[in-house]
């Protein structure tokens, strides 16, 4: 139906939260796996940009999470990601004012800014919620914005 795109809640998951919910195999399911697979299902439109999926990839691949996935996995789990997105962005936010307390974040909140997204967050020491306006949420509280928790949840 036309109209349930424009409805549905726009999310950005940072590369924390990606790679956590892509290679998490917990049961019951991670909020950050279960964001995935809510993206997958097309609950909410999955926003990410170039320098995100690089980030991620640079993340699945990092040695300290050898053997979780190989190289060709994590390409292929990147490319899944932008395969899905509902919107994919160009990161050309260097000639922008800084948002966030560390500049390597700053597209992030650009992107949220710049799509009207929510953006989801473990990281603490980036301080968005610092920034004026800008949506933040972590993994649980993105959840229940997208109905992805039943009641029992905590």
Known sequence: MPGDAARRERL??????????????REPASYS???VELALDGRFELVVTAT??????EV??????????TEPEAATLVGGLAAIASIFLRDEYA???RLADDP????????????????????????FERIEGLRV??????????????????
Do not use: N
């Not at 995100?52 to 990839?57: A, D, I, V």
């Not at 699945?60 to 996935?69: A, E, M, N, S, T």
């Open 12 to 25: 950005i998951l940072d590369a924390m939260v990606l790679v956590a919910g892509l290679t998490s195999r």
């Open 33 to 35: 796996r279960r964001l």
């Open 104 to 127: 390597d974040d700053d597209y992030l909140a650009h992107a949220a800014f710049d799509t009207g997204s929510v953006l989801v967050t473990r990281d603490e020491a980036a301080h």
């Open 60 to 69: 699945l691949v990092d040695p300290k999470f050898k053997g979780r996935v």
């Open 137 to 154: 949420a972590r993994p649980g509280a993105a959840l229940r914005l997208v109905g992805g928790l039943d009641d029992e949840d905590p």
């Open 52 to 57: 995100l999926l690089q980030e991620t990839y």
């Open 95 to 97: 000639e922008r004012s």
